[in-house]
């Protein structure tokens, strides 16, 4: 999804970060990659590959869905300027039914001219 420079500082990527975790949580799979698409579907519908990636992660765990948190803080973090156009990083740990997270990444790019958030990966947070 595109942005606006604007929305780059730290609490506005966290929005996003708690939208993602909460589209994730109601199972709103389509609305999620809708908005900001997923950088590891490698060809696969990315709607189908967010539940399939969501379900290994699940199982890795020991777990069988992903639950709300009372209180989601996303942690927001820059990378160093340089010439690959990563920006920042939004991580945000999204509770398991079993006590243990998910952890959601999307990922900030730009080329100078425009900015878009994704959705990185999906993945066990140990």
Do not use: W
Request: with cysteine.
């Amino acid at each position: 999804m595109q942005i606006d420079h604007i929305q780059t500082e730290s609490a506005s990527l966290a929005a996003f970060g708690i939208d993602a975790a909460s589209l994730l949580v109601a199972d709103n799979v389509y609305a999620l990659v809708e908005r900001f698409g997923y950088a590891r579907a490698l060809g696969r519908d990315c709607a189908d590959a967010v539940r399939a990636d969501l379900a290994a992660t699940l199982a890795e765990l020991g777990a069988t869905a992903v639950v709300s948190a009372d209180r989601q803080d996303p942690r927001v973090s820059y990378f160093k300027a340089s010439d690959t156009g990563l920006f920042a990083l939004v991580e945000c740990f999204v509770p398991a039914d079993n006590g243990k997270s998910v952890l959601l990444e999307l990922v900030v790019t730009t080329d100078g001219m425009s900015t878009h958030i994704t959705l990185e990966d999906l993945s066990s947070a140990v």
